[in-house]
């Protein structure tokens, strides 16, 4: 990497981002992050304590659709990197307030893609002298390729089919980036992931909600009959397959990241139960506190990815199961919870 490399990190206070930054700042001592975020209920700066005091991190509150916000850090830092983050990502809250997920996903992405093309780009297919290598990389979501029945896999070729607002909006946001590669010539790259789970992600998730109800003795809400099965994928192994992406991704590519560990809802519900019994024991067993509710609407049956791609061309390779990495994370969420 470029010893005097800025990156700009967006949404770096929320789940996926500040593990990444967290990693980053590890592995690359000499690179200096800016992280843009607008702080809205997902946001946590508590994320970022472990390196709010890093001399390569700086945290500016506000908004990506703020241009002249974003262009006066682009003046500043000179970024050659951006890692796309920021997103309104909440399925259930698309549905009663879409309009903030279209402003976000949609125009906030094609903001930062066009302040990043005026300040790397000469003429379409053409980079200015010392950036020919800058590169913007879009964290998106398996959601934009819509359900699966029981069998099957997400690719790369993969007919996109969102069914939601939060997946619609990301579909779009993800074909901007796509016409920015083929009309400009501007090196982006693309993530697709599958079920994120493990430490700092939002309370109102289904993993945190799970382990949240269980301890204060509340029923674990599931949605319709529990039979929902989504692919999960532990943060940390997440955050090594957008690093190598960032890195090594070829232009104009997609990738798909997901973690081979298919489970339906009602059973990770049933897991996290039976690791509760065994290290933080009650009267009664905790799968007595399940309880089944009206499903969301549109609610998708099966995602699943096939993330052969990235495995092959990259060597990215997930670490962690789901028992393994369910088990560091119920860990983590008893200490969150019992600290409070």
């Given at each position: 990497m470029?010893k ?6 967006t949404?770096g206070?929320g ?5 990444f ?6 592995k ?5 992050i800016?992280n ?5 209920y ?6 970022l304590?472990e390196i ?6 700086q945290?500016?509150?506000g ?10 850090l682009?003046k500043t830092h000179?970024f050659s990197g951006v890692i796309?983050?920021a997103?309104?990502?909440h399925?259930?809250?698309s549905i ?5 997920f279209?402003?976000?996903n949609?125009?906030?992405t094609?903001n930062l893609?066009?302040?990043?093309k005026?300040y790397?780009?000469e ?7 010392g950036f020919?290598?800058?590169r ?6 398996d959601e934009?390729?819509g359900?699966?029945?029981e069998?099957?896999l997400?690719t790369?070729?993969?007919p996109?089919?969102?069914n ?6 990301k579909?779009?946001s993800?074909?901007?980036?796509r016409?920015?590669y ?8 693309t ?11 939002h309370?109102e998730?289904?993993?945190p909600?799970?382990i949240?109800?269980?301890i204060k ?5 599931i949605?319709g009959d529990g039979k ?5 994928l532990y943060?940390k192994d997440h955050?090594?397959?957008?690093d190598l ?8 590519e997609?990738y ?6 298919e489970?339906?809802n009602?059973?990770i519900?049933?897991q996290i139960?039976?690791?509760?019994d065994?290290?933080?024991p ?7 506190q399940i309880?089944?509710v009206?499903?969301?609407?549109g609610h998708?049956f099966?995602?699943?990815i ?7 061309e ?6 962690e ?11 983590w969420y ?7």
């Open positions: 470029n005097k490399q800025s990156i700009l990190i949404g206070a789940f996926i981002g500040s593990n930054i967290d990693f980053f700042l590890g690359y001592k000499k690179t200096k800016v843009l975020d607008k702080l809205t997902a946001g946590e700066l508590s994320n304590k709010e005091n890093n001399k390569n991190y945290f500016v509150k908004d990506i659709c703020d241009t002249s916000l974003v262009q006066s682009f000179n796309h983050f997103a309104e990502s399925v259930d809250n009663k307030n879409p309009d903030a279209i402003n976000t949609v125009y906030g094609f893609l066009n302040i990043a005026a790397w780009m003429a379409p297919y053409i980079a200015k002298e020919e290598y800058n913007f990389l879009h964290i998106s979501t934009v390729y359900t699966l029945e069998t099957g997400f790369e070729n993969t996109y089919a969102p939601s607002p939060y997946s619609a909006s579909a779009s993800d074909f901007i980036v016409s920015y083929h009309t400009y010539g501007m090196n982006v790259v993530t697709n992931c599958s079920n994120n789970y493990g430490p700092k992600q309370d998730k289904l993993i909600t799970i949240r109800k269980a003795g509340q029923d674990i809400p949605y929902n099965i989504r692919d999960w943060v955050c090594e397959g957008i992406a960032f890195q090594k991704g070829k232009a104009g997609t798909n990241i997901g973690g081979k560990n489970r339906n009602l059973y519900a049933e139960c039976e690791i509760l065994k290290i933080r009650q009267t009664t067993q905790y799968s007595e309880k089944f009206k499903d969301r609407p998708d099966r995602y699943a096939d993330a052969s791609k990235i495995e092959n990259l060597g990215w390779k997930a670490k199961s789901f028992e393994t990495g369910i088990l560091k994370t119920v860990e008893l200490n969150k919870y019992e600290e409070k």
